[in-house]
């Protein structure tokens, strides 16, 4: 049971036992007229009673079966000769089939359902018992004749049409004119028919007989030309005989005509139209209203109730309207929904992609061809019951089934089968395995795939393809959400080799598309060429440094870093394998040395999980640019070209985004290894260069500086009077000794520092027997090698007491400046014994929630009073 109760097709239908043949006989669905005349063939057309039983009784073979019996039966004015003009399968061969039957089977055919309208309707109370018939089949007579009774042999089609009409007498009237092979003319043909009345000919594939006729000369013409002139003397003499009429049927181009030459082949259908020009045409299409009931009477032995087919269209109806900006406008109306209803088992899309966008192509034989495919589609869905079958949509249409693509490639030609196989069986069903879930479940690649290539064969190229609108219709069923469907056709165009998207329409062509092209670059660049690629496009994204770093990019060993007294920003390999361990060497060594300036390293480690798909895309990215420097580029058309710079600029902004994401995570050395640094500063992540990012990571860290508090240099040197500390050492201190800040400008921020700590009375500068102290230090005495620091050791004049009084002080700061600034006035604060000091921490980010417990249990080991203020979510 399916979707709300609904039934799928293959539990309510029952189809006809023949389409569940092994091996579909070719011909079941095609006649030949010379086949069953003798009594060959599948009784569904041998048989007279069986032939009408399954045979849909269109309006207009109706009309034409009740012209030829009026007249045949002397009640009616119809015209004597009518020519049958349709496309290959349009219905030609199956109408005079029913004509031989009702000549040669009145008894049998009177009283069945489809004749009595006909005889009432004539006034006639059963079928003309004594019709003479002949069939002439163009492709089932050799032109060198045949053998009949007593010896003779027939050796033209007035020969044959005497002889069946009637018997060795009736041959013997045109006897001499049929061993001479010259037409006995219109007179000796009019005695002829009047004698044997009620007379019906039946002629079928006339151009294939003439042009075997065209071998075999006769004097100085040829059969050919005997044959011609016959034709048109036996439309004069049927026209004279009052219960005489003639078929003739003849393609409606010179497309259908079986010759190799197309020259040829417009000569002999021009030829035939002179002969039978001024002959009733009488087309006999099945019209469109008509075509549902042909394919069900045909195909099904039973469609089920009319219940169980307004359950299913209500399905699909319902779910149309809830996506009705999904499918195109027509589906919307009221005549829709009555055509689904009629066309049930088959969705309407099926029928109209097989006779309006196929019907016209040369190689398909409308009804005949659409019956045999139907009935391998039928064959097929039927073996593999899908629970989603409602009804019979073009997504049904299985090419994995080798007899169902056999059908179809044949009305292109042997390529296809490769771009078939390759693209909607291979390539689509990758994709669909890609996306999983109902994707692969329902096989929404491969069917998305399977309705492109479908619609994209027609006879003109003004219907060639489809829509995104139509595609979904061909596809989706309840309950898929059709942005499935656009998720599924996106990824067509960038995967699939020879489908093209042109005017907003999905289009399969033989020639490869962009896809297929760039691909081919993409197998001739080697991997070396990829990381080349790479790393220029890494130095692109790392930035110049901001004025801070010295940048280093994907050095081919650590040792290869430089030692400088300054930050440097090391962007790792990708492929490294032990990012920890190469960091560690980096840290020991320089070149063949000890490295001096440990704690300037700042590391950023790429993700080594990520790293195949980012040369994917640099692999692409440089097929791309090979491509556009092609001269095959300059061959394209102006919308493959604008796709090649448009995906070259997507790529580069594709590669960019992705090494920001790769390159995520920054460390400095630790003792005994390096230590990531963590931050989630908003304006770190939004950073269009790593530079940029890493600079606000250790920003938010507290980390990075860019000046240094001189209370900082006293606590941290420790100054007495037995250890002066050189200048040189100063410097050495931030930038070798591991988890000191990181300085922008270490010499700069050093030499600051100690003037200002000078001017402070903090500590003391001596060169030489000069000593610095409480004033300013020249510049280029900091620039001399025998500088070094020394404690204040002289007297300072006290100066006079401040008068005291009970004060309150409050600060406001950054988090950040929190480090510096205790170590800068911890010596003022711990002078001040009586005094309690408040912090007030405000933080709106919501981030100090994730440090609570920590700090909660450090600030109460110290004896702080602690207390929690909540304000409510953060924004």
């Not at 109370?125 to 053998?147: E, H, T, Y």
């Not at 299985?398 to 291979?426: H, K, M, N, P, Q």
């Not at 170590?823 to 007030?840: C, G, I």
Request: charged letters at 25%.
């Amino acid at each position: 049971m399916g979707l709300r109760g609904v039934k799928s097709v293959w539990e309510i239908c029952e189809p006809h036992r023949d389409v569940f043949s092994r091996d579909l006989d070719p011909s079941l669905f095609a006649i030949s007229l010379h086949h069953v005349a003798c009594g060959d063939g599948d009784r569904d057309y041998t048989d007279a009673e069986r032939f009408f039983s399954r045979t849909f009784m269109t309006r207009a073979l109706e009309n034409l079966l009740e012209r030829v019996i009026g007249r045949l039966a002397g009640r009616g004015s119809g015209a004597p000769i009518l020519r049958l003009e349709t496309a290959f399968g349009g219905g030609k061969t199956h109408t005079m089939t029913a004509l031989l039957h009702i000549a040669r089977s009145p008894e049998v055919l009177g009283s069945h359902e489809a004749i009595q309208p006909i005889l009432e309707r004539l006034g006639l109370r059963a079928l003309p018992g004594d019709i003479r018939v002949a069939v002439l089949d163009g492709r089932g007579l050799n032109v060198r004749g045949r053998s009949i009774e007593g010896g003779l042999t027939v050796k033209t089609l007035w020969g044959e049409l005497a002889y069946q009409v009637g018997g060795r007498d009736g041959y013997a009237m045109l006897a001499d004119a049929d061993q001479t092979c010259t037409s006995p003319g219109a007179g000796r043909l009019t005695e002829f028919l009047k004698r044997y009345q009620p007379v019906l000919v039946l002629m079928d594939e006339v151009l294939e007989y003439l042009i075997k006729a065209r071998a075999v000369k006769v004097g100085d013409s040829s059969l050919m030309e005997q044959t011609g002139t016959f034709l048109g003397d036996l439309t004069a003499a049927v026209s004279a005989v009052p219960q005489g009429v003639l078929t003739v049927s003849l393609p409606a181009s010179s497309l259908e005509v079986p010759t190799e030459s197309k020259d040829d082949a417009e000569r002999f259908f021009q030829f035939a139209k002179k002969i039978f020009g001024r002959v009733e045409l009488v087309e006999t299409p099945v019209a469109e209203d008509e075509v549902f009931g042909v394919l069900r009477r045909r195909l099904f032995q039973s469609v089920g109730t009319e219940r169980d087919a307004k359950k299913a269209v209500d399905l699909l109806r319902n779910y149309y309207d809830r996506y009705a900006h999904a499918f195109p406008d027509r589906v919307l109306s009221p005549d829709y929904k009555e055509r689904m209803l009629r066309a049930y088992p088959f969705h309407p899309e099926v029928v109209d992609l097989l006779y309006e966008r196929w019907g016209p192509h040369p190689q398909f034989q409308r009804t005949r061809g659409a019956l045999r495919l139907l009935a391998l589609v039928i064959r097929n869905l039927w073996t593999r019951r899908p629970g989603s079958a409602f009804m019979i949509q073009p997504h049904h249409i299985a090419l994995s089934d080798r007899y169902i693509r056999g059908e179809i490639v044949r009305l292109l030609d042997s390529s296809w089968e490769s771009i078939v196989t390759g693209d909607v069986l291979d390539r689509a069903a990758k994709l669909e395995q890609e996306l999983g879930g109902d994707y692969m479940k329902e096989q929404l690649g491969v069917g998305a795939a399977t309705c492109a290539f479908l619609y994209s064969i027609s006879a003109g190229m003004q219907h060639s393809g489809a829509t995104e609108e139509e595609i979904r219709m061909a596809l989706l069923r309840p309950d898929i959400n059709p942005a499935m469907a656009t998720e599924v056709l996106g990824r067509m165009r960038e995967q699939l080799w020879y489908l093209r998207y042109r005017d907003r329409r999905y289009l399969f062509s033989a020639r490869p598309n962009l896809n297929k092209v760039i691909l081919d670059f993409e197998g001739q660049i080697s991997d070396d060429s990829v990381t080349e690629a790479l790393e220029r496009r890494l130095g692109t994204v790392a930035g110049r440094g901001m004025d801070i770093f010295q940048m280093v990019i994907a050095p081919e060993s650590p040792e290869n870093v430089p030692d400088r007294a300054q930050p440097t920003l090391v962007l790792l390999p990708l492929e490294v394998e032990d990012p920890l361990q190469w960091m560690k060497r980096a840290m020991q060594s320089a070149a063949d040395r000890i490295r001096a300036n440990r704690n300037m390293l700042i590391f950023v480690v790429p993700e080594s999980a990520k790293v195949e798909a980012l040369r994917s895309v640099v692999r692409r990215l440089v097929a791309l640019e090979q491509v556009a420097a092609s001269p095959s580029f300059r061959e394209m058309d102006r919308e493959d070209q604008l796709q090649v710079k448009e995906q070259l600029k997507d790529k580069e902004a594709e590669l960019e985004g992705q090494l920001r994401q790769v390159y995520r995570r920054v460390f400095r050395p630790g003792d005994p290894e390096p230590v990531e640094i963590r931050g989630s500063n908003p304006d770190a992540i939004k950073a269009t260069a790593l530079d940029e990012f890493v600079k606000g990571t250790l920003d938010q860290a507290g980390v990075l500086f860019e000046r240094l508090a001189p209370e900082y240099l006293a606590e941290t040197l420790r100054l007495d009077e037995e250890r002066p500390v050189p200048l040189s050492q100063v410097s050495n201190l931030l930038t070798g000794v591991v988890g000191q800040p990181v300085v922008a400008n270490p010499a700069g921020a050093v030499q600051d520092a100690i003037r200002k700590g000078v001017q402070e009375g903090l500590f003391a500068v001596r060169v030489a027997d000069r000593l610095y102290h409480r004033e300013e230090v020249p510049p280029d005495v900091l620039n001399r090698n025998d500088v070094v620091l020394v404690r204040a050791t002289e007297q300072v004049a006290t100066p006079p007491p401040v008068e005291r009084r009970q004060l309150q002080l409050r600060v406001r700061t950054s988090a950040t400046q929190l480090y510096p600034l205790l170590l800068a006035a911890k010596e003022n604060f711990s002078k001040l014994t009586e005094a309690s000091l408040t912090v007030e921490v405000d933080d709106p980010t919501g981030e100090l929630s994730d440090a609570r417990e920590q700090l909660d249990r450090l600030l109460r080991q110290y004896g702080c009073t602690v207390e929690w203020i909540e304000n409510g979510p953060s924004s």
